[in-house]
């Protein structure tokens, strides 16, 4: 990936083109947003401020605030952001103004140095501060604000050290002299994951907001909620753990070679809930308003329910109403709450109510047994016995809401074995009778392998091929020629420029900061009018060297829990793409947040599979709801640590793949209809993710129907094919059914492309015709489907 550092590097140092553009309406609806995305952790009644009592504002991030995380997902040349502090003089709202030009000044002399990919500070140098400055600054004003600000990005996790996860001791030393001199201090956290906040228990802080990096609008949304103007909207789409260790993945991330997913299923709540509720500090769904809220259920039917809010309170407000289910532990053992359901109410007005209808499917609530101990191995399963519902305003704020017997086990979908590991390892299951469970382990099922037999038997048929007819694209476009008719006339060479991209970023078919194109990638395919197709990276903006929106972070956006909200920025990030050019979103981004500390958790939703598939099917609704515009949902599978991200192995067993980390994929691709999907660099149980034809092939297309168009993430690592020696690289990956090499070329080669795909054509068990037009056709469909909205 060293070819793709240096790109990055110089396309870094380059200059933005244009002039940013200011455009009110966009700007109030991300503000919105961002509001809509902050979270309460904490409020003894010292939020709202009063605009007019003095604050005192301490912590750099004042006015160095963090918009974005770091990366292909972060860098972003937002049109404009202003600062925190900017946004609270700018309102005129009381606030100690000798403390804030002291910040103001240390911080322009003391700007932050720009650094190289991979090596951005997760916190900035703050500003050294005495204790008798803060006892002054105490004497003009009776309540302080302190923040708290860190990033961390692609190829860089998080680490569990100070000035990372932990606070520094500077910022210790400023907790404590605060809430030492000041009556009253709410502290607001900056960040894109989950930070400790076990300081918690030291300081004696009354108000603690929790702000996911909020985008261009950010500060305003914060200064809104800090006074009042708007409510917090958000609910923590993640737990947040007493200690790091509290993490059921904490002795199990961050190796360099492979990590073993021993928590099995029970990722986030699905741990806490089910074995360990004393480790958690602020629950999954949480988050205060400065409003109160009742909530009554009912059930209406064994699948579905009402939910009537009120709101109890003095002012207008939003609530979350989630819906968990507790299956029985049958023979397979559960997490005890899995969430099933969510909306949001409108704003409601003291005293208002506002009546939500739930409904779900009875295959929601299945488990995949990977071990055939009900007696259907590989499939999603119901166990008899009682599954119990609730409802309530966090996972476990919920009242039990209502029942469902089921008399006999049933079979829901027959799957088949894929993509499990090569070794077995052990894996959490649940011990005893009683909530909360002992920590039992059993070992996890290995793989029975028959990859060679299901590529054998479903190797497609050539189309014969014709030579040139001249038929070109635009008459299949208009139905005047068919896809076969247009494929059968391609050389193999031309087969094989459609399976890969140009070969660069930064295209110049595209607008300057592109991440590449494909499609027409010869000048014979453009003379037959293939389209050239240009992404851009995503997910949180255009990232071009362009001024564009930045947008508020998955996380933050999951954080809202309100999918029309999502729907509707992602239809202005679809209009965006259509100014700028672009084709392609290389987003959203959809990996499970396993671990707080994985670098790209910002540019992920949640913890909760559900909850990042509805969160990430509505930005693909509203990305494709504009026409000729497409997300690529990303990256296809288990993309959950950047250490050593190329190369690193994620070892799961089939039912922590199934029900957890594909879920949220699954979902949004029979929900929403991505038009692209793009593998990981990672490996997954061995096999890299541009490989992995189980992943790809069997469980994405065969058993969830996806027809659209499957790329790699950028460049991929050279590999033969163990089932077929006469099959590496570009070959092994088309023979997994992954359509297209972005950006192109592979970063082992001489600059000329791979030529692995056409050596291996027509050798024994070798790349067939019918393999590569395949790939090619789908890159021709995607071209359709983007014609035709
Ligand atoms: C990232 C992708 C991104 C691509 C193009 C890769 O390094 O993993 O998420 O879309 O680069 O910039």
Same mark, same amino acid.
């Not at 694209?473 to 008719?485: F, I, K, P, S």
């Given at each position: 990936?060293?070819?793709?550092?240096?790109?990055?590097?110089?396309?870094?140092?380059?200059?933005?083109?244009? /002039? +940013?553009?200011?455009?009110?309406?966009?700007?109030?609806?991300?503000?919105?947003?961002?509001?809509?995305?902050?979270?309460?952790?904490?409020?003894?009644?010292?939020?709202?401020?009063?605009?007019?009592?003095?604050?005192?504002? *301490?912590?750099?991030?004042?006015?160095?605030?963090?918009?974005?995380?770091?990366?292909?997902?972060?860098?972003?040349?937002?049109?404009?952001?202003?600062?925190?502090?900017?946004? %609270?003089?700018?309102?005129?709202?009381?606030?100690?103004? +000798?403390?804030?030009?002291?910040?103001?000044?240390?911080?322009?002399?003391?700007?932050? +140095?720009?650094?190289?990919?991979?090596?951005?500070?997760?916190?900035?140098?703050?500003?050294?501060?005495?204790?008798?400055?803060?006892?002054?600054?105490?004497?003009?004003?009776?309540?302080?604000?302190?923040?708290?600000?860190?990033?961390?990005?692609?190829?860089?996790?998080?680490?569990?050290?100070?000035?990372?996860?932990?606070?520094?001791?500077?910022?210790?030393?400023?907790?404590?002299?605060?809430?030492?001199?000041?009556? !009253?201090?709410?502290?607001?956290?900056?960040?894109?994951?989950?930070?400790?906040?076990?300081?918690?228990?030291?300081?004696?802080?009354?108000?603690?907001?929790?702000?996911?990096?909020?985008?261009?609008?950010?500060?305003?949304?914060?200064?809104?909620?800090?006074?009042?103007?708007?409510?917090?909207?958000?609910?923590?789409?993640?737990?947040?753990?007493?200690?790091?260790?509290?993490?059921?993945?904490?002795?199990?991330?961050?190796?360099?070679?492979?990590?073993?997913?021993?928590?099995?299923?029970?990722?986030?709540?699905?741990?806490?809930?089910?074995?360990?509720?004393?480790?958690?500090?602020?629950?999954?769904? *949480?988050?205060?308003?400065?409003? /109160?809220?009742?909530?009554?259920?009912?059930?209406?039917?064994?699948?579905?329910?009402?939910?009537?809010?009120?709101?109890?309170?003095?002012?207008?407000?939003?609530?979350?109403?989630?819906? &968990?289910?507790?299956?029985?532990?049958?023979?397979?053992?559960?997490?005890?709450?899995?969430?099933?359901?969510?909306?949001?109410?409108?704003?409601?007005?003291?005293?208002?109510?506002?009546?939500?209808?739930?409904?779900?499917? +009875?295959?929601?609530?299945?488990?995949?047994?990977?071990?055939?101990?009900?007696?259907?191995? &590989?499939?999603?399963?119901?166990? $008899?016995?009682?599954?119990?519902?609730?409802?309530?305003?966090? %996972?476990?704020?919920?009242?039990?809401?209502?029942?469902?017997?089921?008399?006999?086990?049933?079979?829901?979908?027959?799957?088949?074995?894929?993509?499990?590991?090569?070794?077995?390892?052990?894996?959490?299951?649940?011990?005893?009778?009683?909530?909360?469970?002992?920590?039992?382990?059993?070992?996890?099922?290995?793989?029975?392998?028959?990859?060679?037999?299901?590529?054998?038997?479903?190797?497609?048929?050539?189309?014969?091929?014709?030579?040139?007819?001249?038929?070109?694209?635009?008459?299949?476009?208009?139905?005047?020629?068919?896809?076969?008719?247009?494929?059968?006339?391609?050389?193999?060479?031309?087969?094989?420029?459609?399976?890969?991209?140009?070969?660069?970023?930064?295209?110049?078919?595209?607008?300057?900061?592109?991440?590449?194109?494909?499609?027409?990638?010869?000048?014979?395919?453009?003379?037959?009018?293939?389209?050239?197709?240009?992404?851009?990276?995503?997910?949180?903006?255009?990232?071009?060297?362009?001024?564009?929106?930045?947008?508020?972070?998955?996380?933050?956006?999951?954080?809202?829990?309100?999918?029309?909200? %999502?729907?509707?920025?992602?239809?202005?990030?679809?209009?965006?793409?259509?100014?700028?050019?672009?084709? %392609?979103?290389?987003?959203?981004?959809?990996?499970? !947040?396993?671990?707080?500390?994985?670098?790209?958790?910002?540019?992920?939703?949640?913890?909760?599979?559900?909850?990042?598939?509805?969160?990430?099917?509505?930005?693909?609704?509203?990305?494709?709801?504009?026409?000729?515009?497409?997300?690529?949902?990303?990256?296809?599978?288990?993309?959950?640590?950047?250490?050593?991200?190329? !190369?690193?192995?994620?070892?799961?067993?089939?039912?922590? @793949?199934?029900?957890?980390?594909? $879920?949220?994929?699954?979902?949004?691709?029979?929900?929403?209809?991505?038009?692209?999907?793009?593998?990981?660099?990672?490996?997954?149980?061995?096999?890299?993710?541009?490989?992995?034809?189980?992943?790809?092939?069997?469980?994405?297309?065969?058993?969830?129907?996806?027809?659209?168009?499957?790329?790699?993430?950028?460049?991929?690592?050279?590999?033969?094919?163990?089932? *077929?020696?006469?099959?590496?690289?570009?070959?092994?990956?088309?023979?997994?059914?992954?359509?297209?090499?972005?950006?192109?070329?592979?970063?082992?080669?001489?600059? $000329?492309?791979?030529?692995?795909? @056409? /050596?291996?054509?027509?050798?024994?068990?070798?790349?067939?015709?019918?393999?590569?037009?395949?790939?090619?056709?789908?890159?021709?469909?995607?071209?359709?489907?983007? $014609?035709?909205?």
């Amino acid at each position: 990936m060293e070819e793709r550092v240096d790109h990055l590097a110089q396309e870094v140092g380059q200059a933005v083109l244009g /002039t +940013p553009h200011r455009n009110p309406e966009r700007e109030a609806s991300f503000r919105r947003a961002a509001a809509e995305s902050i979270v309460l952790l904490k409020n003894e009644g010292m939020l709202p401020l009063d605009k007019n009592t003095c604050t005192s504002f *301490f912590g750099r991030v004042q006015r160095d605030y963090f918009y974005v995380g770091y990366g292909s997902g972060g860098d972003v040349n937002a049109h404009h952001c202003i600062s925190p502090m900017e946004a %609270v003089a700018e309102r005129g709202y009381c606030h100690n103004e +000798p403390l804030a030009q002291t910040y103001a000044q240390w911080c322009a002399q003391n700007p932050i +140095p720009k650094s190289d990919w991979g090596q951005w500070p997760a916190a900035y140098p703050e500003m050294p501060i005495t204790e008798e400055a803060v006892r002054q600054a105490a004497l003009a004003s009776d309540q302080a604000v302190i923040f708290l600000g860190r990033a961390v990005g692609e190829a860089m996790d998080n680490r569990p050290e100070p000035g990372w996860y932990y606070l520094t001791a500077q910022e210790r030393q400023l907790l404590g002299w605060v809430t030492t001199w000041f009556p !009253h201090c709410a502290v607001v956290v900056d960040a894109g994951g989950i930070l400790d906040l076990s300081w918690l228990e030291e300081y004696p802080v009354e108000a603690l907001v929790y702000a996911f990096h909020g985008g261009m609008e950010a500060a305003n949304a914060l200064v809104d909620v800090l006074y009042g103007d708007a409510q917090p909207g958000g609910r923590l789409a993640d737990t947040i753990a007493r200690r790091y260790a509290d993490y059921p993945s904490a002795d199990h991330f961050g190796d360099p070679d492979f990590n073993e997913y021993r928590e099995d299923i029970y990722v986030g709540y699905r741990y806490f809930e089910t074995f360990a509720p004393e480790k958690v500090r602020f629950l999954f769904g *949480f988050g205060l308003s400065y409003t /109160t809220f009742s909530l009554q259920n009912r059930q209406t039917s064994p699948f579905s329910l009402q939910v009537t809010v009120t709101n109890t309170g003095h002012r207008t407000g939003r609530q979350v109403v989630q819906v &968990y289910a507790q299956p029985p532990q049958g023979k397979l053992g559960k997490p005890v709450r899995n969430l099933i359901a969510f909306e949001k109410t409108a704003p409601l007005a003291p005293g208002q109510s506002q009546t939500l209808a739930f409904s779900w499917k +009875p295959e929601t609530l299945a488990s995949f047994d990977d071990t055939g101990i009900t007696g259907y191995p &590989y499939a999603w399963v119901l166990e $008899k016995g009682e599954y119990r519902f609730y409802a309530g305003e966090d %996972v476990r704020n919920a009242p039990l809401a209502g029942c469902w017997t089921l008399e006999e086990d049933r079979l829901v979908e027959q799957c088949s074995s894929e993509a499990g590991p090569a070794q077995s390892f052990l894996r959490l299951r649940p011990e005893g009778e009683n909530v909360p469970f002992g920590e039992g382990a059993v070992p996890v099922p290995v793989e029975e392998n028959h990859r060679r037999e299901e590529i054998l038997t479903q190797l497609p048929q050539a189309i014969p091929f014709t030579g040139r007819r001249e038929i070109q694209w635009e008459q299949v476009a208009r139905g005047e020629a068919t896809l076969e008719e247009f494929v059968a006339q391609l050389t193999p060479e031309e087969l094989e420029a459609l399976t890969r991209g140009e070969g660069r970023m930064d295209s110049s078919f595209g607008i300057e900061g592109n991440a590449g194109m494909f499609g027409g990638t010869l000048p014979s395919l453009r003379e037959l009018g293939v389209p050239t197709v240009i992404t851009t990276d995503g997910p949180a903006g255009l990232r071009l060297r362009h001024y564009t929106d930045l947008l508020p972070c998955a996380t933050a956006l999951a954080c809202s829990w309100d999918r029309e909200l %999502v729907r509707t920025l992602g239809n202005s990030f679809g209009e965006e793409m259509v100014r700028m050019g672009s084709d %392609v979103l290389l987003g959203p981004g959809m990996n499970i !947040h396993r671990d707080p500390l994985c670098g790209r958790n910002f540019e992920y939703y949640s913890e909760d599979p559900r909850l990042s598939g509805e969160m990430a099917s509505a930005m693909v609704a509203g990305i494709q709801s504009v026409p000729g515009r497409s997300a690529c949902i990303k990256h296809f599978a288990c993309n959950n640590q950047e250490t050593n991200r190329e !190369h690193n192995d994620s070892r799961l067993s089939q039912r922590a @793949l199934r029900e957890i980390y594909l $879920k949220g994929f699954e979902i949004c691709v029979k929900q929403a209809g991505p038009k692209v999907l793009m593998t990981s660099y990672n490996q997954i149980n061995g096999v890299w993710g541009h490989y992995h034809s189980q992943l790809v092939t069997q469980i994405l297309r065969q058993q969830w129907g996806y027809d659209g168009l499957v790329v790699t993430d950028w460049w991929m690592q050279p590999e033969q094919d163990p089932d *077929f020696p006469n099959v590496y690289n570009d070959a092994y990956r088309i023979r997994a059914g992954v359509d297209v090499l972005m950006p192109g070329e592979g970063e082992h080669d001489t600059g $000329k492309g791979d030529s692995s795909l @056409l /050596t291996s054509l027509g050798k024994e068990n070798g790349i067939t015709l019918g393999e590569i037009q395949r790939s090619a056709m789908q890159v021709l469909k995607f071209c359709l489907r983007q $014609k035709l909205g």
